[in-house]
């Protein structure tokens, strides 16, 4: 019309594309899936898989933890995958080792205080503190990777007897840790100087003591040094307040960004790979407020972006 010349887009956008990979690395590792059950699942497990296709993508086997029972599926996300094994070993012990599971609930090594405490920030937080100690006796704190059924079978005769002892200690080191959240809540309250800083410490407090925190991987040896990086942080913003604001410049745009992704996240406890994202701009946090407290990485805002991306 009027020579007009009309362009036909016949280029499938980038979006369209990883969907279709995505959808056809599915189909090719639908054949792991197994349904739940009451014993470990088919064969040992290995640490991925290589689809058949072009692109050769790779997947995570890994256990599920389901209403009936414990199944098996392949995962195209890392995160994912470890978090959904995590679930998987937790519930196999709860169904073969259910006497000694039952015996802990009905004694749970926590003060009638901290039971008060924990409850105001979650109301499921005995059932994660529970999973947090089975997962810790199984695996020996993360140090036994557990992929089939030989292993499992020998490391849960194990936790049998160290589960209740586990849970002490951890009951123990929570105790600390709600300790030393109660002090920075204090101290905030004090705060002088911007307030912009008091408001940052005050969300991160809040993302650290969130509902479901009991769930966040190695929380019994990173949350000892976040909440020391803030209490050094919290002194040093009383002798020099513009500089602690320099510092908050570099992190704010990482976690502008974090808290945007939250938001939108329907389930946080289910978003693994942003929390796995938040630990490490936790670990930047230390590095920037509290540099003479070690982090288990290299961390810098070159890594972050670098996460981010991935």
Known sequence: KNDEIIHVHTSISDEHRITVHRSGAEMAFAKWTLPPQQNWPGDALPKFITSH???????????????????????????DAAASHRAGLVQLFRIQQADQVKYLEKRPPLTPIIQLTLSAIDDGFLTDFFDAAIHESLTKDGRVDIRDAATFAERAAD??????????????????????????????????????????????????????????????????????????????????APSDLRKLGEIEPFQNRLSSKLL????????????????????????????????PVKVSAQRLEEAWGN
């Open 53 to 79: 296709d072009s692109k050769k993508t790779r997947g995570y086997p890994a256990l599920t933890a389901e209403a009936g029972g414990v199944g098996r599926r392949v995962f195209l996300g890392k995160t």
């Open 159 to 240: 936790a049998r007897g160290t589960l209740y002892e586990t849970a002490s200690e951890n009951a123990a080191l929570l105790e600390s840790l709600l300790e030393q959240r109660e002090k920075i809540v204090t101290t905030l309250e004090e705060l002088p100087g911007d307030p912009d800083s008091r408001l940052d410490l005050e969300l991160q407090l809040a993302f650290l003591f969130r509902p479901g925190f009991l769930q966040t991987a190695d929380i019994f040896t990173r949350y000892p040094r976040y909440l020391k990086a803030m209490q050094i942080r919290i002194q040093r913003i009383r002798n020099n």
């Open 264 to 295: 939108e996240s329907e389930d946080i406890g289910s978003a693994h790979d942003l929390i796995e994202f938040a630990m490490l701009l936790e670990e930047f946090r230390v590095n920037r407020f509290a540099p003479e407290i070690k982090t």
